[in-house]
C-alpha cells in the first residue's frame, strides 16, 4: 500500500469516527484500524480519567486464537493504571511523547518508566515491540493512549514497530482524540438535558422524589419495549427521552386534584383529563424531533386500543406507536407502586391486569414485547426503587 493510499485510508477511518456515536464502537474501531495499519498483534486503549488511565478496549489476536479473547478482554476493560511515569501508559499520558521500542524486556535502565510483567506472567503471554503514542485533542490535551503490542512481518514474526508508521498513528489517534471528545459532550449534553426534564417533569406534578423515580421508570420502561419491538437505537432513545414529558400538563390541573387521596369525582376526572392537551400544547411551534415527540405522547398516552380513551377516542393504528408503548409503561408503573389511593400491587397480578387489556386498552405487539422483557424491565424497577432520590440515580 502506497502513501496515497494510506492517506485516502486514514481519510475514510476519519470519516467513520466523526459518524460513530456509540464510545465503545467508537474505541474498539480506533484499536482496530491502528492494529491493521501496523500489523499489531494486540493493543489496548486507554482513556485519562482524572489522575488515572483507565483500561477501554483492548484486542489480541494470539488470544483469540487460543479462544480466550473474551475471558481476556472481560478481565482488563474497565481496570484502572495509576497515571505516573513510572509506567509506560503513564509516561505517555503525561509527557505526550511517543515511546517504540523492539523489545520492552530490554529498556535502559535509564529511562524513567519501567515495563510491568505482570500481564504476561498473569496470561502466559510474550510482549516484545510496543509502540505507545498519546491521544491528544486539536488544544493539545491529552485525552488517552493508544498502546501497540507486538508487530508481526508476513511470516507471523515478532519485530520492531517502523518508526516510518510513528506519524500516521499518532495522525489517527489524534482524530481519534476529537471523536472522543465529541462523543463525550454528547453524552453530557443529554444527561444534562434528562436531569432539566426530569426536574422539569416532578414540578409539574407537584410531587416529591417518588416522581422522579416513577418518571424515570416509565422512561426506562418504554425504551426496553420499543428495543424489544425492533426499533433503531435512535429511535428507542428518542421514545426514552421523550417519555418523562408525559405528564408534564399536570402543572396545569390543581394540586388538590393530583394528589387527592379518594376517587375523583365526574368533575375532577374531566378535568385531569385535560392534562393531555394541556401537556401537547407547551409544545406548539417545536420544530425540533425531540420535542415533537413529547407532545405526541402527552397528548395520546391516554388513548385506547379499542377507543375508549382520552382526549380524541384515537383507537388502533390511529395511535402513534410512542403512546401506545409509554402507556402500558405508565399504567405497569402505577399498578405496581403505591400511591396515595391504593398499594401496590404483586408483580404477578400487574402482568395479568395488563394482558386482560389486550387489544382493549393495549396493542397487542406492545404487550408482547412487555412480556417477553418482564424480567428486565423488573430490574429498571429495583433500580428506581422508592428508597432512591433523583440525586442518586445517574441514567
Known amino acids: 500500500m502506497n502513501l496515497e493510499e494510506h492517506l485516502a485510508r ?9 459518524s460513530e456515536r456509540d464510545l465503545d464502537k467508537l474505541l474498539a474501531l480506533i484499536l482496530q484500524e491502528a492494529r491493521d495499519f501496523t500489523h499489531a498483534e494486540g493493543g489496548t486503549l486507554y482513556c485519562v480519567e482524572g489522575d488515572k488511565l483507565r483500561f477501554m478496549a483492548t484486542q489480541n489476536d494470539a488470544f483469540d486464537r487460543r479462544g480466550e479473547g473474551r475471558d481476556y478482554a472481560s478481565h482488563e476493560v474497565g481496570q484502572y493504571l495509576p497515571l505516573t511515569s513510572e509506567s509506560m501508559a503513564g509516561y505517555v499520558g503525561l509527557t505526550g511523547e511517543v515511546i517504540n521500542l523492539e523489545d520492552v524486556y530490554l529498556i535502559p535502565p535509564d529511562r ?18 510496543m509502540l505507545m503514542v498519546p491521544m491528544k485533542d486539536v488544544e493539545g490535551h ?3 493512549v493508544l498502546q501497540l503490542i507486538n508487530a508481526l512481518d ?9 518508526p516510518r508508521w510513528e506519524d500516521l498513528v499518532m495522525s489517527l489517534a489524534s482524530q481519534a482524540a476529537v471523536a472522543i471528545r465529541n462523543v463525550r459532550l454528547i453524552e ?3 444527561a444534562a438535558y434528562m436531569d432539566t426534564i426530569l426536574r422539569l417533569s416532578v414540578a409539574a406534578e407537584y410531587k416529591d422524589r417518588e416522581t422522579a423515580n416513577h418518571i424515570r421508570r416509565v422512561a426506562h420502561y418504554s425504551a426496553v419495549i420499543a428495543d424489544e419491538l425492533g426499533f433503531e437505537p435512535e429511535r428507542v432513545e428518542m421514545i426514552r427521552s421523550a417519555a418523562p414529558m408525559h405528564d408534564v400538563g399536570k402543572i396545569g390541573i390543581p394540586e388538590a386534584i393530583l394528589q387527592k387521596p379518594g376517587k375523583l369525582t365526574a368533575d375532577e376526572f374531566s378535568e385531569m383529563k385535560n392534562h393531555t392537551v394541556l401537556g401537547a400544547r407547551l409544545f406548539d411551534g417545536a420544530e425540533a424531533p425531540l420535542l415533537k415527540t413529547s407532545a405526541t405522547v402527552a397528548l395520546t398516552h391516554h388513548e385506547r386500543y379499542d377507543g375508549s380513551g382520552y382526549p380524541h377516542g384515537l383507537r388502533g393504528s390511529q395511535i402513534p406507536i410512542e403512546g401506545q408503548i409509554i402507556a402500558l409503561a405508565d399504567v405497569f408503573d402505577a399498578l405496581s407502586s403505591d400511591r396515595c389511593y391504593k398499594p401496590a400491587y404483586p408483580i404477578e397480578q400487574c402482568v395479568e391486569i395488563i394482558q386482560k387489556e389486550c387489544s382493549h386498552h393495549f396493542h397487542p405487539d406492545v404487550i408482547r414485547a412487555f412480556t417477553n422483557r418482564l424480567d428486565d424491565v423488573l430490574a429498571i424497577r429495583q433500580r428506581y426503587s422508592a428508597q432512591a432520590g433523583i440525586e442518586h440515580n445517574p441514567d
Open 112 to 129: 524513567p518508566y519501567k515495563f510491568n510483567p505482570a500481564f504476561d506472567n498473569r496470561h502466559d503471554y510474550r510482549t516484545q515491540s
Open 188 to 190: 453530557e449534553l443529554k
Open 154 to 162: 508476513a511470516g507471523g514474526h515478532v519485530g520492531p514497530f517502523d
Open 10 to 18: 486514514l481519510n475514510r477511518i476519519g470519516i467513520a469516527l466523526s
Open 142 to 144: 491529552i485525552l488517552g
